[in-house]
């Protein structure tokens, strides 16, 4: 019997956090950036890709990635945690800060090559995920909309729902849909396949 092939992996290394935009390290090649409500699963997409459960930090309460978090790829380019929008807990200035960083990055950062959006799957296109997408689609931003926590539905449940919101973003061509689950691994090499277009050496 043949050997199941080992699943590809996107080898990071933590590099630094920062607060904002001023505090980030140099550019150094391509940056994909990982953007989505507090609680979506940016950090355990992340750790998914990584094959390391604990490289970026995951938590039961929301709010837990407050800074820009930089991890190198291997063969070059980076990878950027976000702070998640919304974590109705946090306090108001600090929620502010962090949310005028994000739009900072991604209004400034020369270096954005591309756009991961983390929503659940069962609760897509709320509001700062429509404006991050209206934003991005003038600017040719190439920007996946990840449905993660797909393990939460059926398979045809998952399909609907993939096909709910490609239809509402036929006007966006710069956004792409696809399921994801960073708790089973289902869309693993779809995602590594599309990051491949910016990050060519993984
Ligand atoms: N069932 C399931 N749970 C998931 C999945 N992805 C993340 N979670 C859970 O969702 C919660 C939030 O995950 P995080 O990765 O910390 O979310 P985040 O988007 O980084 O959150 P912030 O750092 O607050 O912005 C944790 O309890 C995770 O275990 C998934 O694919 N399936
Ligand atoms: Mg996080």
Redesign the pocket.
Known sequence: MSKMAEPRRLPLTFVQSAPNLRSCPPENGAEIA?A?????????????LTGNRRM???????????LLNFFDVANGGRVV?????G?AKATRSAQESWQSAVNEYLSQRQALAAVVL?M?IRHPLQPFDTELIGWSTPSELPLRVLL?????LSGNGRSKAAASVRKQLTAHPNVSVQA?????G?GHDELLGWLATWLPNI
């Open positions: 990982f989505g409500r507090s609680n979506a699963g940016k950090s355990s997409v992340l750790n998914r970026a930090k995951v938590s039961k309460t929301p709010g837990r990635t407050q945690d976000l702070p998640g929008y974590y983390v659940d993660n926590k797909a393990d939460k994801f689950s960073a708790q089973t289902l």
